[in-house]
């Protein structure tokens, strides 16, 4: 039985041909070499121009050593001395000093930023209607950079003002010394409270001997000794390495880079739509695909143009 016979179309592509689609692909680009030269120049040039017109910003940066998320040692070693008799006591309180990580809750939360709000009088200086804005401008303008590796939190605000910035990065230490002393006197007064009320409870209770309520008893009173130094003292203290100075040289907006992203997008958008234009042209010429891309244009009229 005879093979069918093929049509021209069904033919294989011959390296000849497919040497001159590569040959075409080159000649669109060289009739199109103006076009994707000066295009992505052009769309360059304007970012670059639109970069200029926007006010330069200033990164001022400190950097601090948080204090160590431990127990505090006056209350371990009173425990340690009472040993299993605090637990028949029902008695194991001890204070704990935030770590990096709870200091980084804390720069972040909305009570913290209203602190600095109106430490700052942020609503008058920076002429926003109330502390949502505020708090949103922080936000923006604040950036928190913990190294869990070297154990340091580095602060970075960005703004117009120079010396602003570095203001506001110093005060955000001072201020977060302030929340971590007020918090530790807080949560030492509840302490107190506590084991005051406990040792009542204790003299109260009856003992299998009077050497263990003495035992007891001396233990909760070292405790409560130690809680009232805690409550006096200053708290947990951050350690400011370095402090923030005002910025010599801006940090924003980055003009070169705005411009080679907006002229890398323009030359591949228009690669694009140079190709596809060449495609639909090649398309056109053949009968079958002609027919089709005529199918398509009234398509798309009807679709829209109804």
Known sequence: MAAPLLTPD??????????????DLVLVLVQNMWLLILGP???????FGYGSTQPSVYTARTTLIPPPATTSGGAASALAQLGGLGALAGFGLG??????????????????RDRLTERF????????????????????????????????????????????AAELANGVVQEMQELLAA?????????????????????????????????????MVRQLEQARLEEGSVGPKLEQVDRA????????????????????????LLLILVFVRYAIVQAGQRKGSADKLSQIQRAFGRAFFR
């Open 10 to 23: 069904q033919f294989p592509p011959s390296p000849d041909d497919e040497e001159m689609s590569l040959l």
């Open 41 to 47: 120049i052009i769309v360059g040039a304007l970012a």
């Open 95 to 112: 204070g704990q000093s935030p770590g990096a990580a709870k200091v980084n809750v804390y720069l972040q939360s909305d009570v913290f």
């Open 121 to 164: 009088d942020l609503l008058k200086r920076w002429s926003v209607q109330d502390k949502v804005a505020a708090r949103k401008a922080l936000k923006g303008a604040m950036q928190i950079v913990d190294d869990r590796k070297a154990g340091l939190l580095s602060i970075e605000v960005t703004l117009t003002d120079r010396v602003f």
């Open 183 to 219: 918090m530790a006197a807080r949560e030492a007064r509840a302490r107190r409270l506590y084991l005051e009320e406990q040792l009542e409870v204790a003299s109260r209770k009856s003992y299998r001997s009077l050497e263990i309520r003495d035992a007891i008893l001396q233990g």
């Open 245 to 268: 100075e005002p910025p010599q040289f801006r940090s924003g907006p980055k003009r070169t880079l705005m411009a080679i992203i907006a002229a890398a997008t323009a030359l591949g």
